[in-house]
């Protein structure tokens, strides 16, 4: 069954540079890379308040959106239980890449288990949309701009590697813009509420997959939710 465009033949016939490209674009939506990008905002915000004047807070709430996205991506891949497209787990490294960088390479442009809905593509919505709705830096619009256009490339370097077809990351963007507005509405850009939602989220997730990395969501959500009840109620104390 094919749902839609792409597929490993149409990344087959695109130049190697360009799938390349593409592999390094698409870790823009990689779960290492957007913690590594809030824990950077964590330490710039608190240097420079024109980011936004509360660096904890926004970093919590943006990382909780980040797991409850993953958590919400594991339970609609486990409920549809739908594949890539065929050939996505495998890759051939050009032969300019040297040895030593063919490993990486091949990591960068695979991909594995259920393919719908693109997790990159709805994680890709929900946290930098998440964000545009929560810094300070320029203006609201601007942010959106921002986000839509690296949601934009995020999406279309998972068609162009051949690891999702179209349907696959466009499901992803429209369950990430619908996840975020709920978000919002709910938590009122509270980390607390966001944490709690993640992790019932992530109960969902490990009841539906059972598997570790599901396991491990749900145990960062709670853990974050008890931490930061804590040290939020202790703040409110002292003052």
């Known amino acids: ?35 590594v990008a809030i824990a950077l905002l964590f330490v710039l915000g608190r240097k420079y308040q024109w980011i936004t004047d509360s660096p904890a807070s926004d970093s919590v709430y943006l ?52 393919g719908f809905p693109s997790g990159h593509a709805l994680k890709t919505t929900v946290v930098y949309g998440g964000a545009a709705f929560a810094l300070d830096v320029w203006n609201r619009r601007r942010r959106l701009a921002v986000a839509g256009l690296v949601t934009a490339l ?29 978000a919002i509405r709910l938590t009122d850009q509270r980390p607390a509420r966001a944490l709690a939602l993640s992790t019932g989220l992530g109960g969902v997730a490990f009841a539906t997959a059972g598997t570790a990395k599901a396991g491990l969501a749900l ?21």
């Open 1 to 35: 069954m094919t749902r839609g465009f792409g597929g490993a033949e149409f990344a087959s016939q695109l130049p190697d540079v360009v799938v390349a490209v593409a592999g390094l674009v698409t870790q823009l939506g990689d779960m290492w890379f957007v913690v």
């Open 63 to 114: 990382l909780a959106l980040a797991v409850g996205a993953y958590s919400l991506t594991v339970a609609l891949k486990h409920a549809f239980a739908l594949p890539r497209p065929p050939g996505a787990a495998t890759a051939t490294a050009p032969s300019w890449i040297p040895a030593l960088g063919r490993g990486a390479y091949e990591s960068l442009v695979t991909g594995d288990g259920f």
């Open 219 to 239: 145990a960062a959500a709670a853990v974050g939710f008890v931490v930061w009840t804590a040290v939020d109620r202790r703040a409110v104390g002292a003052e």
């Open 154 to 182: 995020v999406a279309a370097s998972r068609v162009f590697l051949g690891v999702h077809y179209t349907v696959d990351v466009v499901a992803g963007c429209l369950v990430g813009v619908a996840f975020l507005a709920v």
